[in-house]
T-cell receptor
Framework: GAGVSQTPSNKVTEKGKYVELRCDPI?????LYWYRQSLGQGPEFLIY????????DSGLPNDRFFAVRPEGSVSTLKIQRTERGDSAVYLC???????????FGQGTRLTVV | DAKTTQPTSMDCAEGRAANLPCNHS???????VYWYRQIHSQGPQYIIH???NNETNEMASLIITEDRKSSTLILPHATLRDTAVYYC??????????????FGKGTSLLVTP
């Protein structure tokens, strides 16, 4: 596809469970970002990948959150021992190195019950 | 990054110009002003960015004051599809965090028939 694809679009999980959220960036985009958006708030930065490596993970709230991008394209955000406070829309964005415009996916709405 | 201040909400009649203000009085000389918008249930969308000169593209115009402490995003002929939350962001173009965006809460623009 032409845009950033995120799957699933919606995820409901029970408190304490493990979840994985997937992001397929635009082909050729080396920079990839994860953001989290709570209701009524703007997106908050979580982590940035340049290629395969996490260049900045300063936005991850705690060690229950982890993200990987093993081949420099698809990325997975992993959340362990989910809590109700993790409920939010998780957004992924990608950017072509040297280009200033970031393209966002539609997000994954995570609900922890 | 410099903090921005935007009105919480604004209304605009369809077909009229929408002028969205942003205050960024602590902006540094190497920080750019970016605007993104987020239509309901979608990911943010890039609109425009600038450093100190006014900028125009097919979506909007960006007017930056001479002292760079404030700016205005102008949608020249607002349509109902422009109803969205508009985010004003200041950011260093090339930084170690790879252009991660600090969104804030934005301005909720309602375009009315």
């Amino acid at each position: 596809g032409a845009g950033v694809s995120q799957t699933p679009s919606n995820k409901v999980t029970e408190k304490g469970k493990y979840v994985e959220l997937r992001c397929d960036p635009i082909s050729g985009h080396t920079a990839l970002y994860w953001y989290r958006q709570s209701l009524g708030q703007g997106p908050e930065f979580l982590i940035y990948f340049q290629g395969t490596g996490a260049a900045d993970d300063s936005g991850l709230p705690n060690d229950r959150f982890f993200a990987v991008r093993p081949e420099g394209s698809v990325s997975t955000l992993k959340i362990q021992r989910t809590e109700r406070g993790d409920s939010a829309v998780y957004l992924c964005a990608s950017r072509l190195t040297g280009n200033t415009e970031a393209f966002f996916g539609q997000g994954t709405r995570l609900t922890v019950v | 990054d410099a903090k921005t201040t935007q009105p919480t909400s604004m209304d605009c009649a369809e077909g009229r110009a929408a002028n969205l203000p942003c205050n960024h009085s602590t902006i540094s000389g190497n920080e750019y002003v970016y605007w993104y918008r987020q239509i309901h249930s979608q990911g943010p969308q890039y609109i425009i960015h600038g450093l100190k000169n006014n900028e125009t593209n097919e979506m909007a115009s960006l007017i930056i004051t001479e002292d760079r402490k404030s700016s205005t995003l102008i949608l020249p002929h607002a349509t109902l599809r422009d109803t969205a939350v508009y985010y004003c962001i200041v950011r260093v173009l090339n930084s170690n965090s790879g252009y991660a965006l600090n969104f804030g809460k934005g301005t909720s623009l309602l375009v009315t028939p």
